[in-house]
Protein backbone atom coordinates (compact mmCIF):
# COMPACT_ATOMS: atom_id res chain seq x y z
CA UNK A 1 0.00 0.00 0.00
CA UNK A 2 3.01 2.62 0.39
CA UNK A 3 3.51 2.08 -3.45
CA UNK A 4 0.62 3.63 -3.66
CA UNK A 5 1.17 6.85 -1.97
CA UNK A 6 2.18 9.31 -3.86
CA UNK A 7 4.65 11.53 -1.18
CA UNK A 8 5.30 15.22 -1.79
CA UNK A 9 8.62 16.29 -3.51
CA UNK A 10 8.29 12.72 -5.42
CA UNK A 11 8.63 12.79 -9.88
CA UNK A 12 6.51 10.25 -11.72
CA UNK A 13 9.32 9.07 -13.63
CA UNK A 14 6.75 8.72 -16.33
CA UNK A 15 6.20 12.21 -16.25
CA UNK A 16 9.40 13.05 -16.56
CA UNK A 17 10.21 10.99 -19.51
CA UNK A 18 7.51 12.53 -21.27
CA UNK A 19 8.56 16.46 -20.94
CA UNK A 20 12.23 15.40 -22.36
CA UNK A 21 10.41 13.89 -25.31
CA UNK A 22 8.51 16.90 -25.87
CA UNK A 23 11.03 18.88 -25.71
CA UNK A 24 13.57 16.74 -27.87
CA UNK A 25 10.94 17.02 -30.66
CA UNK A 26 9.35 20.65 -30.00
CA UNK A 27 6.05 20.07 -28.54
CA UNK A 28 5.55 23.75 -28.63
CA UNK A 29 4.07 23.36 -32.79
CA UNK A 30 0.94 21.50 -30.91
CA UNK A 31 0.82 23.11 -27.59
CA UNK A 32 3.05 23.45 -24.70
CA UNK A 33 0.98 21.69 -21.49
CA UNK A 34 4.52 23.62 -19.20
CA UNK A 35 3.51 26.77 -20.26
CA UNK A 36 -0.51 26.18 -19.40
CA UNK A 37 -0.35 22.94 -16.85
CA UNK A 38 0.36 26.68 -14.06
CA UNK A 39 -2.89 27.68 -15.33
CA UNK A 40 -5.01 24.75 -14.82
CA UNK A 41 -6.01 22.11 -12.45
CA UNK A 42 -5.53 19.44 -15.24
CA UNK A 43 -4.49 19.02 -18.57
CA UNK A 44 -6.96 16.30 -20.63
CA UNK A 45 -5.29 13.64 -22.99
CA UNK A 46 -5.44 14.49 -26.54
CA UNK A 47 -5.08 13.15 -29.67
CA UNK A 48 -4.11 14.51 -33.70
CA UNK A 49 -4.95 12.99 -36.72
CA UNK A 50 -3.77 14.52 -39.95
CA UNK A 51 -5.91 13.60 -42.83
CA UNK A 52 -5.37 14.96 -46.20
CA UNK A 53 -7.59 17.71 -45.70
CA UNK A 54 -8.50 18.14 -42.50
CA UNK A 55 -6.64 17.83 -39.08
CA UNK A 56 -9.22 15.50 -35.89
CA UNK A 57 -8.12 16.49 -32.71
CA UNK A 58 -9.65 14.34 -30.00
CA UNK A 59 -9.82 14.67 -26.29
CA UNK A 60 -10.61 12.75 -23.13
CA UNK A 61 -12.89 14.93 -21.23
CA UNK A 62 -15.22 11.94 -19.35
CA UNK A 63 -17.76 13.79 -16.30
CA UNK A 64 -17.73 17.10 -18.16
CA UNK A 65 -20.84 19.04 -18.95
CA UNK A 66 -20.91 19.95 -22.51
CA UNK A 67 -21.79 23.15 -20.94
CA UNK A 68 -19.39 23.26 -19.17
CA UNK A 69 -16.38 23.54 -22.02
CA UNK A 70 -15.64 25.64 -25.19
CA UNK A 71 -13.78 25.55 -28.11
CA UNK A 72 -12.30 28.97 -29.46
CA UNK A 73 -9.69 29.85 -32.30
CA UNK A 74 -7.80 32.58 -31.65
CA UNK A 75 -4.62 34.10 -33.45
CA UNK A 76 -3.45 30.72 -35.27
CA UNK A 77 -4.08 28.66 -31.55
CA UNK A 78 -7.10 26.06 -31.19
CA UNK A 79 -8.06 27.02 -27.59
CA UNK A 80 -10.28 23.92 -25.52
CA UNK A 81 -10.89 24.68 -22.04
CA UNK A 82 -13.46 24.14 -19.40
CA UNK A 83 -14.20 22.63 -15.67
CA UNK A 84 -14.93 19.36 -14.30
CA UNK A 85 -16.50 19.83 -11.13
CA UNK A 86 -17.16 17.19 -8.59
CA UNK A 87 -19.42 16.86 -5.51
CA UNK A 88 -17.86 15.74 -2.86
CA UNK A 89 -19.95 14.59 0.42
CA UNK A 90 -18.59 14.65 3.76
CA UNK A 91 -17.65 10.93 5.10
CA UNK A 92 -16.08 9.79 7.58
CA UNK A 93 -13.50 7.72 5.84
CA UNK A 94 -9.71 9.08 5.43
CA UNK A 95 -8.87 8.68 2.09
CA UNK A 96 -5.08 8.10 1.28
CA UNK A 97 -5.38 8.96 -2.46
CA UNK A 98 -8.17 10.34 -4.82
CA UNK A 99 -7.41 9.70 -8.26
CA UNK A 100 -10.64 11.42 -9.84
CA UNK A 101 -10.03 14.62 -11.37
CA UNK A 102 -11.38 18.03 -11.35
CA UNK A 103 -10.98 21.77 -12.02
CA UNK A 104 -10.34 23.78 -14.84
CA UNK A 105 -8.54 22.43 -17.80
CA UNK A 106 -6.90 24.57 -20.83
CA UNK A 107 -5.19 23.24 -24.41
CA UNK A 108 -4.07 25.05 -26.72
CA UNK A 109 -2.71 23.96 -29.44
CA UNK A 110 -0.90 25.68 -32.64
CA UNK A 111 -2.96 25.04 -35.71
CA UNK A 112 -2.24 28.28 -38.20
CA UNK A 113 -3.16 25.93 -40.68
CA UNK A 114 -6.89 25.68 -40.67
CA UNK A 115 -9.62 27.22 -41.62
CA UNK A 116 -11.54 28.76 -39.02
CA UNK A 117 -15.10 29.45 -40.57
CA UNK A 118 -15.37 25.57 -40.85
CA UNK A 119 -13.93 24.03 -37.81
CA UNK A 120 -16.99 21.76 -36.17
CA UNK A 121 -17.14 20.18 -32.61
CA UNK A 122 -19.20 17.36 -31.01
CA UNK A 123 -19.22 15.75 -27.70
CA UNK A 124 -20.13 11.94 -27.27
CA UNK A 125 -18.94 9.50 -24.42
CA UNK A 126 -16.43 11.84 -22.41
CA UNK A 127 -14.70 12.37 -25.83
CA UNK A 128 -14.90 15.84 -27.71
CA UNK A 129 -13.52 15.86 -31.10
CA UNK A 130 -12.90 18.83 -33.07
CA UNK A 131 -12.66 18.49 -36.90
CA UNK A 132 -10.33 21.22 -38.82
CA UNK A 133 -10.37 21.40 -42.23
CA UNK A 134 -6.90 22.77 -43.73
CA UNK A 135 -6.63 25.80 -45.58
CA UNK A 136 -6.00 24.90 -49.24
CA UNK A 137 -2.88 26.93 -49.73
CA UNK A 138 -0.99 26.13 -53.31
CA UNK A 139 1.27 23.64 -52.88
CA UNK A 140 3.34 24.47 -55.22
CA UNK A 141 4.03 28.19 -57.38
CA UNK A 142 6.43 29.35 -59.81
CA UNK A 143 7.52 32.46 -58.87
CA UNK A 144 8.63 35.10 -61.68
CA UNK A 145 12.00 36.68 -61.33
CA UNK A 146 11.69 40.60 -62.10
CA UNK A 147 14.71 42.92 -63.09
Known sequence: MANLIRRKGQVWP?????????????????????????????????DIKEEKNQFIFR??????????????YENGKLIV???????????????RRVERTRGSFLRQISAPDID??????KYQ????????PKLHAATSKDIKIQS
Open 59 to 72: FDIPGVDQKDMSVN
Open 125 to 132: NGVLEVTA
Open 116 to 121: PNKIKA
Open 81 to 95: KGEKETKTEEKSEDY
Open 14 to 46: LYDLQNQINQLFGEDYWGSQNEVSSMTDWIPPM
